[in-house]
Structure formats: structure tokens, C-alpha cells
């Protein structure tokens, strides 16, 4: 191994863990900070759940506040509509991301930049656009009238607060797509043309080139962008709030309704459902790290 | 007094060991190559020696004074990187004075010497442009020109020319004698290869695997290498084995060659080929043998001639080109006595090291 | 030409629900099935800049929220940053999944636990809560940002600078910094447009007492008055707008990016 490498110095300043005292020392503000606010979040949470501490905590430990939240017959019913929602607005917004990146990727600056235009618009903003959009009286259901589609608003299909949520599923797709594109983008750009050329010079068509060469390179920025998308929708509030079905429920609409009802007793529950769908979301990141490990052991990384 | 006196020198990596105790002396205003393939240790030698990595073990000294404890900015060592490493957010007139500038200089001296040193590289007028829009020879000028504005007392180049292209190297060796004759700055050069090693300096450490194999003039390495992979690293190829008898050096088909050196028992000798001088007709002389041609290179500058001695035993000849020669040709081969050197087998310390 | 026609058709789409907004915001009762507003009014944009409304007040305090965030994520990001590009260390793969779980895992019970705690120091309804949560999602990704920024940053940069006669301090001022600028106006543009849009966290911390522009939004949305609420939604988008554009070369940096895609 060469020592003369790529990088300088502290790279390699010899195994153990003292003398990586002071990459921890510059991770410990960060650390401490994530560690404190959202673990110790989560700590305070669990120990409300169970009773030990809190607004009607008896300091008598007990589960009953999970009993009732799994006994609650919404509960699978706005798991399985949440999970509905996280992975087929993920899979879509995957797909077609990567065709968009694949388009973006020999075009101009502005085109590149149009399309990213919408990020930082704030998703509260684009469900008031959706709303506008697609509700019954909304624009689209007037340009149908006008052209004849429809006789009047309650022709227009229901696409918002329907019990399909495609307003909801729309709504994503318009938010994540180019969200996705951005980074996908900047993975592809990342990759060195030349592998594509030389397989093409071995004879592979377009579409073999992109499956076999590109596709695979694109891997991990796949991955990890779809991670970050399904963990958001699947803990998405105001959307599904706004736009979303009245029955059933998403989970964290469910908890919130249960959290600001003023029944105060509903409290732990709302909270031990919280508590659940946060290891629902830690079993997630695990099991993509899991997905990934193996991925990286089966193929060599490019 | 040497200027920098290292001693001891010690560097682990994650358990393997960059450079084992390391002693070398140079002196003031000497052109020292530090020379061995990728990976022996050399840069990171620079690099401690530059104060930007520590060593485990082992001193280093400027003009005496101990540099362990001070750090790089106070060392008057500069270093230049093998990228060059211009600074993309600065001109190159503000590149080559931000040694000035670090140390306090005011910005109307600044430019004046950085003027001054742009036209000692040859780059007039280029004091506006960015590093973006340089050459890679320019480039590396402007490099050179920035770490020598600040007249260190020692140089360190690592690798300066590996990334030039070839017509390039010669022109930047020109220049790097040149401003080292015009400022009188010691400097260290570390190269892997050794052509460069040969052309550009005094004396040459010879490195494998963090140590020292030999430190000599760049003459007195390529004649008298301490041991075969010394040898083969300056380019040698000829190595063939020997019964000794004092002066009568006896060849595995049995004739005999008279060297210079004596010694008993059995040995690899090596000589040069470009040493070897090829005749079309027997000469009687010592030292010249039969042998065929069995493969002929043109290279430009060399005729270089693989020669069938016996069985087992072949030698390249280097020749001037003007003469050809024909595969299958019998020829004679001159190897002069003056030019046999050997490595003694039995012997566990390579010849001629020089510990300074 | 087919590749033209379809990127011009997606940013018709993206930008097809800005259309509305911007029409029911200058519109007085706009009702199916006009295509048009039969009456414009101003009135609503009046509105919205009377201090009545409250509306300016949620832009100064999402403002105030947003850039006291993102500095404070810099702060920390940058030597956090700096560890996970440049250098190696035991337990890297399992800090940097450590570093997404804010962004991945839903914070509804994380905040539950922390508007008790906040509640009992007494701390619940300040600007201080609004911003400790809001650095909660900041945090990561400004990390994940630098992090990618210092991957790509040549650190013979730094020793060049030093054999010239830098100190360290100097090294970070006049060569570090000028040079990963552009990763951090990316980063922080991240944070910024995080913090500024953030919704449920700032409601759980706010107590009645903080609110921002989301939150003003999202309360107009539960109502009716469609052009008010297209007027506020118009304004909350052109700060995060403007951030975008100054930092638009910035973005063109596309290592900073791919880092994202790295985890």
C-alpha cells in the first residue's frame, strides 16, 4: 500500500482508538446535540408511554397505553394506508427521478435549474396549490368544464381527501421528484462517461447500457435518496392532514388527533403510538443498512 | 556543520512501518535526490522533515537547532507538492506572495518580489491570470516560484515533474538547476525515477522499503551499486554469476574475465550495458568474448543488442547506432575490465554503503 | 427534440400549482366555473402587510428561527464535517446512519418527549424551543453537506499553505474557507429552507405563544378564505425564492450533491 496516497497525513495516523481522539472531538458537538434533543426525546417519550413519568403518570410502570393504541382498530388501518402511501409515492418518485435525471443530464443549465425551481417551496404552499388545483372547484375541474368533460364540480373526480389519496400521492410525487432529480442528478454527472462508452463499444444498445452500466452506478445514490424520501412521506403530517382521506387515518395524523384531543387520558396513547411509529421507521433505516451491507459485499464498488 | 542532519528517523502507518531509522546528512546549498520506487517511504520523509507529519522516533535538525517541536510555518523549509496546489481562489501574482503575506510583508513589497520572482520563472506578466488558466508547466513554475520567494533555507520538491510531459521535464530541470545556482537554496528532490535522480543531483539516497540502501554521487551509484536491487534499480540488467579466483573472474561456460577487484569464492558480477563495446571481429584482448546477436532495438538515441554468451547466460550491449547488426550474427563482446563490478554472495551488508 | 419536449412539459407541471395561487391572491370570489376572477382586488396582499393579519410578524419570526438555525448547524456542522470527509475512524458507517435518523424517522414521539421536558423548564413557547428542535433535521443534512464538501477538498491545500508560513488559524481563514464556500452556501441554503418550512415541530414547541409563517398557513388552510391563504402561501415561498437564486452557482456544484447520494 502506498503511503504517498491520494490524501494527506491524517488519514492514517495509525490504528486505536486515542489517536482518533481528535476526529471525536470534532464529531462531540454534533453528537452530543442529535444524541441529547432527539434521543432524549425519545427517552422522555417511552418513559411517558409506560406511565413512569408524566401528566397522569402514577410512577406505576405499566403498558396499558400500548394495549390501547394496538387494540384501537384505526391502528392497522393507518399503518397499512401509510405504508400504501410511503411506497408507492417512493417508487414512483423514484422511477420517474431517474428518468428526469437521465434527461436533465445532457441538457443546459436552465433546464437543470427550472426544474429545481419548486424546492424550497414549502410543502404547506404546495398543498394550497394542490387544494386550488385539483379540488373539486379547482382549476383543473374548470378548464374540464370548459372544454365539456364535465357538467359541473361534482363531475370532477374526487382527488382530494378521497380514499385512494391520490391528492396525497400527487402532492408527493410534485415534492420529491425534484428533490430526487437534484441528487440523482449529481450521481450521474458524477460518473465517468467512459464505462458507458466502452460497453456500448462492446456492443450493448441503449437500454442495455443504461441497465447494466448505469443503473448499477447510480446504486447507492438510489438508495439513499429513496431512504431519506420514504422516511419523510411515511412520517408526513400536514399532507395527509390536509389532503388526505378523512377514514382511514395515516399514522401520524391518527397520533395527532389522538395527542390534541382534549381528552387528556387519550395522552399515553398518543404517545406510545408515537413510540411505535418511530421503531417502525428505525426498523426501516436498519433494514436498509442491511440492504446495503450486502449489497456492497456482492458487487465491487464502482 | 551539515544544514539538516537527520537521525534515526521513525514512521509507522497502521502497523507497517513507512520509514526505519533513518540517519542522512545534507549539507548547505547540496542538490540531494531522494530516490526509490512508489510506496518506499520518501514523501513521508519530506513530509516530517516539512513538519506536516510527525515522526515516532528520530530527530531532525536545522543548522543545529532541533525541529521536532516546531511547527511548519516556523521550519523555513518549504515544501512543493506533487500537484502543484495552486490556490484556485487566488491570482497567481497573489499565489506566489502568500508566503509574504503570512509572514507580515506589506502588500507593496509583496508584489514587488513576487514581480521579481514570476520573471526569474519566466512568466512575465502572468501575475493576474488564475491558476485555471495555466499550463501544467506554467503551473508548476508558478509553484516553484512561490514556495523559493520567501528564500527558505531548504527546498523540498517531491515528485516536481512526474506529471510533466516528457519534452516538458527537460526544460523544468533547466529551470530548477538554474534558480538553485541563482539563490544557492539547498534542495531535496524526491523522484522515483532515477534518470531524473542522475541528471538533477550532487549525491543520491537510494530508499527500499523506509531505509537507506546507499547515499553517493549519482557516478559512484551507477559504477559501484551496493547490491543487485540497487542495481537493477538504476537500470542495471546484467547480473551473472561468477567463480572467483582473485582477478580471474571465470564465466559459467568456462572463459575467464580479468577485473580490477579481486576476490574469492563465488559472486554476481554486473556491468553496465551501456558499457559493453561490440566488435564484428575477434580482437585479442582480455575480457573478449564470442557471443550472438539474438535480438536488435533501435531506439533513437542507442542500438540496444541482446547478446547470447552461453547457455544460460545473456547480456544486453547498448551500442552507438551508427553500426547494425543482424540477428544471428556472431559478434565479439568487450567487457572492460575497469567497469566489472560485483555483489559478494556470502556476505550479509551490501557493498559500499556510506553511513554518513 | 422528443428530450426537450418532455423536460418542458415536467416544468409546466412543477410550476402548474403556482398558477392558481398567484390568480386567487389578486381574486375576490372566484367561483365554479369561472375561468377567470370576475373581480380583482388588492385586498388580500393589504392584508397580509397590515399588522392585523399578524402575517408580517409569522415572516419575522420564521426568519429569525431560520437563520438562527442555520448558523448554529454551521457551527457545529463544520468541524463534524470535516471528521467525516477527511478523516477515518472506528465507527464511521454506524455515525453516519446515526446522523440520518432525524431526517428518516418520524419525530412525532421525539417531540412528545421533548415539549414535556421543555413544558417542565419552562422553556416551552420560546424562540430558544423553536430553534433546539428546529436544528433537530437541520443538523444531518448540513453535516451530510459538509461532509461530502470535505470529501472533495484536497487537504495538500492546507500543508501547502502551512510550509508557506501559514498558521493554522490563518490556514482556515485564508485558504479552508475561501475554498469550501461554495458547500456551505449549499448547506446552509438546506437548513434554511428546512427551518423555514418546517410545520408540525414548531407547533409542538410553540405553545400559542411563537408562530411562524407555516404555522399561519396552515391555520388559513383549515379555513375558507381561499385568496388570503394563496396571498400568505405566495409569501412564504419568495425568501426560501431568493436564497435559491443567490445560491444557485453554489449549487452547480454537483460533488457537494452526489454526497447526498452517498450515505
Known amino acids: 500500500m502506498p503511503f504517498a496516497e491520494r490524501r494527506w497525513g491524517l488519514r492514517h495516523d495509525g490504528s486505536g482508538l486515542l489517536t482518533h481522539w481528535r476526529a471525536y472531538l470534532l464529531l462531540l458537538p454534533v453528537t452530543g446535540i442529535i444524541g441529547l434533543l432527539f434521543g432524549g426525546g425519545l427517552v422522555m417519550a417511552f418513559l411517558q408511554s409506560i406511565g413512569a413519568i408524566g401528566l397522569l403518570g402514577s410512577g406505576q410502570i405499566s403498558l396499558t397505553a400500548y394495549q390501547t393504541a394496538l387494540a384501537n382498530p384505526e391502528f392497522l388501518r393507518s399503518l397499512t394506508l401509510s405504508v400504501y402511501i410511503a411506497i408507492v409515492a417512493t417508487g414512483l418518485s423514484t422511477v420517474f427521478s431517474i428518468g428526469l435525471a437521465i434527461l436533465l443530464r445532457t441538457a443546459g443549465r436552465w433546464a437543470s435549474f427550472a426544474c429545481q425551481v419548486t424546492l424550497p417551496i414549502p410543502h404547506l404552499v404546495g398543498i394550497v396549490g394542490v387544494l386550488l388545483l385539483l379540488s373539486p372547484s379547482g382549476l383543473i375541474s374548470r378548464w374540464l368544464y370548459a372544454l365539456g368533460g364535465i357538467q359541473s364540480d361534482q363531475d370532477f373526480p374526487l382527488l382530494v381527501n378521497d380514499a385512494a389519496n391520490i391528492g396525497v400521492l400527487l402532492h408527493f410525487l410534485w415534492k420529491e421528484i425534484p428533490f430526487m432529480t437534484l441528487i440523482l442528478l449529481a450521481v450521474l454527472r458524477g460518473i465517468n462517461p467512459a464505462y458507458e462508452m466502452q460497453a456500448r463499444a462492446l456492443g450493448a444498445s441503449p437500454w442495455q447500457c443504461f441497465w447494466h452500466v448505469t443503473l448499477p452506478m447510480m446504486k447507492s445514490g438510489i438508495f439513499s435518496s429513496s431512504l431519506i424520501v420514504f422516511g419523510y412521506i411515511f412520517a408526513s403530517f400536514e399532507v395527509p392532514f390536509l389532503l388526505g382521506s378523512t377514514r382511514p387515518r395515516t399514522l401520524p395524523v391518527l397520533i395527532y388527533r389522538a395527542f390534541t384531543d382534549s381528552d387528556l387520558t387519550r395522552r399515553p396513547e398518543a404517545i406510545a403510538l408515537g413510540i411505535i411509529l418511530s421503531a417502525l421507521s428505525m426498523l426501516i433505516v436498519v433494514a436498509y443498512s442491511w440492504l446495503v451491507s450486502r449489497n456492497y459485499q456482492s458487487m465491487s464498488r464502482v | ?356 | 427534440m422528443l428530450r426537450n419536449t418532455l423536460i418542458v412539459l415536467v416544468i409546466v407541471v412543477l410550476f402548474l400549482p403556482l398558477l392558481p395561487l398567484l390568480v386567487w391572491s389578486f381574486s375576490q370570489g372566484w367561483f365554479f366555473p369561472q375561468f377567470i376572477p370576475e373581480q380583482w382586488t388588492f385586498q388580500h396582499w393589504i392584508q397580509v402587510f397590515s399588522p392585523a393579519s399578524r402575517v408580517m410578524e409569522g415572516l419575522v419570526q420564521s426568519l429569525a428561527i431560520a437563520l438562527t438555525t442555520t448558523i448554529l448547524s454551521l457551527l457545529v456542522g463544520l468541524p463534524a464535517g470535516r471528521a467525516i470527509g477527511l478523516m477515518e475512524f472506528p465507527g464511521k458507517a454506524a455515525l453516519k446512519l446515526f446522523l440520518l435518523t432525524p431526517i428518516i424517522v418520524s419525530p412525532l414521539a421525539t417531540l412528545m418527549g421533548m415539549q414535556f421536558v421543555l413544558i417542565r423548564l419552562g422553556l416551552n413557547g420560546t424562540l430558544f424551543a423553536v430553534v433546539l428542535v428546529h436544528l433537530m433535521p437541520t443538523i444531518p443534512y448540513m453535516t451530510l453537506v459538509l461532509a461530502s464538501v470535505f470529501a472533495n477538498f484536497d487537504m495538500g491545500y492546507e500543508i501547502q499553505a502551512r510550509s508557506l508560513g501559514a498558521s493554522p488559524l490563518q490556514v482556515l481563514s485564508q485558504v479552508t474557507l475561501p475554498l469550501i464556500a461554495p458547500g456551505v452556501v449549499v448547506g446552509a441554503l438546506f437548513a434554511f429552507l428546512i427551518s423555514w418550512n418546517e410545520f408540525l415541530l414548531t407547533f409542538f414547541v410553540s405553545a400559542g405563544r411563537v408562530f411562524t409563517l407555516p404555522m399561519v398557513l396552515f391555520t388559513l388552510l383549515q379555513g375558507g378564505n381561499n385568496g388570503l391563504t394563496a396571498a400568505v402561501a405566495i409569501t412564504s415561498v419568495v425568501p426560501g425564492l431568493l436564497f435559491l437564486l443567490l445560491a444557485s452557482n453554489a449549487l452547480q456544484n454537483e460533488t457537494t450533491l452526489a454526497g447526498l447520494g452517498n450515505v
Open chain 2, 1 to 356: 556543520m551539515s544544514q539538516l542532519v537527520l537521525q534515526n528517523l521513525t514512521k509507522h502507518f497502521l502497523g507497517a512501518t513507512a520509514v526505519q531509522d533513518l540517519w542522512l546528512e545534507v549539507q548547505a546549498g547540496e542538490i540531494l535526490a531522494l530516490l526509490g520506487p512508489s510506496g518506499c517511504g520518501k514523501s513521508t520523509i519530506l513530509q516530517m522533515i516539512a513538519g506536516v507529519l510527525q515522526p515516532d522516533r528520530g530527530t531532525i535538525a536545522l543548522d543545529g537547532k532541533l525541529l521536532n517541536r516546531v511547527p511548519p510555518e516556523k521550519r523555513d523549509i518549504a515544501l512543493v507538492l506533487q500537484r502543484g496546489l495552486l490556490f484556485p481562489h487566488l491570482t497567481v501574482g497573489e499565489n506566489v506572495a502568500f508566503g509574504l503575506k503570512m509572514r507580515g510583508i506589506n502588500r507593496a513589497e509583496r508584489e514587488e518580489k513576487a514581480i521579481a520572482m514570476l520573471h526569474q520563472v519566466q512568466l512575465d506578466g502572468f501575475g493576474d491570470r488564475k491558476p485555471s488558466a495555466l499550463s501544467g508547466g506554467q503551473a508548476q513554475r508558478v509553484a516553484l516560484a512561490r514556495s523559493l520567494v520567501i528564500r527558505p533555507k531548504l527546498l523540498l520538491l517531491d515528485e516536481p515533474l512526474s506529471a510533466l510531459d516528457a519534452n516538458l521535464r527537460a526544460e523544468m530541470q533547466d529551470l530548477i538547476l538554474r534558480l538553485q545556482t541563482q539563490t544557492g537554496v539547498t534542495l531535496l528532490i524526491v523522484t522515483h525515477d532515477q534518470a531524473e535522480a542522475v541528471v538533477m543531483s550532487q549525491r543520491i539516497a537510494l530508499m527500499f522499503n523506509g531505509r537507506l540502501r546507499q547515499v553517493d554521487s549519482p557516478e559512484r551509484i551507477y559504477q559501484q551499486p551496493s547490491d543487485e536491487p540497487v542495481a537493477q534499480f538504476m537500470g542495471g540488467v546484467n547480473f551473472f554469476a561468477i567463480q572467483a579466483q582473485g582477478q580471474q573472474w571465470k564465466l559459467p561456460n568456462g572463459l575467464v574475465l580479468v577485473s580490477q577487484h579481486r576476490h574469492q569464492g563465488a559472486i554476481r558480477a554486473t556491468i553496465r550495458p551501456e558499457q559493453i563495446q561490440v566488435f564484428t571481429e575477434m580482437r585479442s584482448q582480455n575480457n573478449v568474448i564470442p557471443a550472438t546477436v539474438i535480438a536488435n532495438r533501435f531506439t533513437g538515441t542507442q542500438r540496444r543488442l541482446t547478446l547470447a554468451i552461453a547457455a544460460n547466460l545473456t547480456l544486453q550491449a547498448w551500442v552507438t547506432p551508427t553500426q547494425d547488426f543482424h540477428v544471428g550474427q556472431a559478434v565479439w563482446a568487450y567487457l572492460p575490465p575497469e567497469n566489472l563490478w560485483y555483489f559478494s554472495q556470502t556476505s550479509a551488508l551490501p557493498q559500499a554503503v556510506e553511513v554518513p
